[in-house]
């Protein structure tokens, strides 16, 4: 998905480009119709937050977003998978944009200005980044090396202080602080949400009539010792046994902390109870 997203934004950040060359008129009118705009929105065209994520306004704009969507998707999108990490994408995208709209309405004269830009749905994947693997070094600059998470508290500052002092009119600083507020909120209360309050929406309701799991030697070879064919396990117990101390240290320490072995239980558990 990281590379789909990435074809997606070059396919229009050409067919911009040609307009900007060749219909003046026409560049204008893609601008006033699809990117995020107070006039826009007052219009009803609520579909702006969506489309300004796939509009830059030039080519150094669009190679550094390009450049950081590349860096950081592909390491979000295998930690989480593509739907979440699509989910994750667009929705600090939107957030982002409902941001920065909030701030165009109440001070027009600073804020107001169209939003165009992947970059808010970006620092949704910096948060998740940081937040699923807080320790892991990166280059600032490919020169600084830095903790994940202190560049998290480093991009959040930044934003927080050009909004509370708006000295960069064409930098949409309050869709970059939005997008790290809806990346970390999606790590927190969906991709990081306790097991126990999963079960309902992935595995069924929680309360159902009791029934037992078979567990054979070959296939769950974390249980230790030997199992009989006949042996069987029941749900909550499998749960609370085998998959509950995973889920305690993917909320602790990100899920990219997860040996082979601790996947293989977590997807032997989606496998089993989902047979239910």
Do not use: C
């Amino acid at each position: 998905m990281t590379v789909v997203l990435l074809a997606l934004n070059l396919v229009v950040f050409i067919i911009v480009e040609i307009h900007a060359a060749y219909d003046r008129a026409g560049l204008q009118n893609i601008f006033q119709y699809f990117a995020l705009s107070n006039d826009g929105l007052a219009h009803g065209k609520l579909w702006q937050f969506f489309t300004f994520q796939f509009l830059h306004g030039d080519r150094w704009h669009f190679l550094v977003n390009m450049l950081f969507l590349y860096l950081f998707g592909k390491s979000v999108e295998e930690s989480v998978g593509k739907k979440h990490f699509l989910l994750l994408y667009f929705g600090s995208g939107v957030v982002g944009g409902i941001v920065q709209s909030i701030l165009g309405f109440a001070f027009p004269t600073v804020f107001g200005a169209q939003v165009v830009g992947a970059s808010a749905g970006i620092f949704g994947l910096v948060a998740a980044f940081a937040m699923l693997d807080p320790n892991r070094e990166i280059l600032v600059f490919f020169v600084l090396p830095m903790r994940a998470k202190y560049f998290l508290w480093l991009a959040s500052a930044v934003a927080i202080f050009y909004v509370l002092v708006p000295a960069e009119p064409y930098i949409a600083h309050g869709a970059h602080l939005g997008g790290i507020l809806g990346g970390v909120a999606y790590v927190r209360w969906i991709i990081q949400m306790p097991f126990s309050l999963r079960i309902p929406s992935r595995f069924g309701p929680r309360r159902r009539p009791r029934q037992l799991v078979k567990v054979r030697p070959g296939a769950a070879p974390w249980l230790g010792g030997k199992q009989d064919d006949a042996e069987e396990l029941a749900p909550d117990e499998f749960i609370s046994r085998e998959v509950d101390p995973i889920l305690d240290k993917i909320s602790a320490h990100g899920i990219q902390s997860l040996t082979p072995r601790e996947k293989q239980i977590l997807e032997a558990a989606r496998t089993k109870m989902g047979k239910r």
